[in-house]
């Protein structure tokens, strides 16, 4: 069935379409898929957002109106956000909840089951978004020292970043909450593990912000995908073991619920990654990170003297870059054909994973998830 694997995909069981004919968008495959496990994932954390303690936090972040604070940008996510769909992995965990169905072991439970998935998965789902969403929100915390007058009162800032600290801190507070509720050892193991790589993986990225338009480390490919391991798939990966776990399915099965989640996520992120240099509609230059995947490997192939030389040529006055002309000159090398295969390769591997699992809307829905994150050009 997966034999061309990222050549066609799937609307529904047998139902194939080509990808290079264009395919469902992105906000239809999630819509379909919510259908599937029961409601929409935008309900997922509803009960914590509503919460006394939120919607107080929510009132004091209208303070930061009129600043740049990032915190901002993170509270306009949660309330719109097509392209990326915030509530991604938590939908994904019903999914493969779903897909992967009851086990022999948990013959004794399932009276617990609403559309095919347990409680106990649902309550996951909701663990693994509030995490998410914690790690958002503290990602949102500025440097005050690099700040300058035009991002706003230094007062303000200085609030935000307290928001941001105390927001965060609540909603992970409430995910370890109802982590603990699961009473089950082996799932929290899991997921405070991922909680350390998401913590690991930020430090690094701090550790490097201030070097990374100077790239004065030399990052190889093998090392960015490590590094987004820890900081964008780790948490995935573990929730769908986790998933796995609290249905007790075999070790096999928890293994290829984890290879899913990991490199689906991947596939994710050198998609999200590959935007500036693929989009065609986007009539302005859009800034990005010179530790993408794509900078990455133009760095590999063309050589770090020479990459080093070609940001320094893209730097004008006040060492502001010129992200037009590195554009073209990573879109002139190998870099972005690299990226695009490699997103195309974690598709596969996702798609590979998905073979133990028996057909299902559920796992048509997963496909699917796979083939909207590696359509690209």
Request: a neutral charge; hydrophobic letters at 40%.
């Amino acid at each position: 069935m997966w034999g061309a694997l990222l050549r066609r995909g799937v609307r529904g069981t047998g139902a194939l379409w080509c990808l290079s004919s264009g395919g469902p968008p992105w906000s239809q495959v999630v819509s379909e898929a919510e259908k599937i496990v029961g409601y929409p994932t935008s309900f997922m954390s509803l009960r914590c957002l509503l919460s006394d303690e939120l919607s107080n936090i929510a009132m004091q972040v209208r303070k930061l109106v009129g600043t740049k604070h990032p915190l901002l940008d993170t509270a306009r996510g949660f309330v719109y956000d097509s392209r990326n769909n915030l509530q991604m992995r938590g939908l994904v965990v019903l999914l493969i909840s779903k897909a992967a169905g009851p086990s022999t072991a948990g013959l004794s439970f399932q009276h617990d089951m609403v559309s095919g998935i347990y409680s106990s998965q649902r309550s996951l789902a909701e663990i693994t978004e509030l995490i998410h969403t914690a790690f958002l929100v503290h990602r949102g915390i500025v440097n005050i020292g690099e700040l300058k007058s035009c991002d706003g009162p230094l007062k303000d800032m200085q609030f935000g970043n307290k928001m941001a600290v105390l927001s965060g801190d609540f909603l992970l507070a409430n995910a370890c909450a109802s982590l603990a509720q699961l009473q089950n050892t082996k799932v929290v193991e899991l997921i405070s593990s991922a909680i350390g790589d998401l913590v690991q993986g930020i430090y690094y990225e701090n550790s490097k912000s201030s070097e990374e338009n100077c790239l004065t480390d030399d990052i190889g490919i093998s090392r960015w995908k490590e590094q987004v391991f820890l900081s964008y798939s780790a948490l995935l990966a573990k929730s769908c073991q986790a998933a796995m776990e609290l249905a007790k399915h075999s070790v096999e099965i928890q293994d290829m619920a984890f290879q899913y989640g990991k490199h689906m996520s991947m596939s994710h992120k050198l998609h999200s990654d590959l935007q500036p240099f693929v989009k065609e509609s986007s009539t302005d230059t859009m800034a990005f990170s010179l530790n993408s995947a794509p900078a990455i490997l133009h760095q590999e192939f063309l050589g770090r003297e020479a990459w080093l030389k070609q940001i320094r040529e893209a730097q004008g006055k006040g060492n502001i870059v010129d992200y037009k002309k590195l554009q073209e000159a990573i879109k002139a090398g190998k870099g972005v054909t690299s990226a695009i295969d490699l997103c195309r390769c974690h598709g596969n591997r996702a798609l590979a994973a998905l073979e133990r699992f028996p057909p299902s809307e559920a796992r048509d829905a997963l496909a699917n998830i796979v083939y909207a994150v590696t359509r690209l050009p």
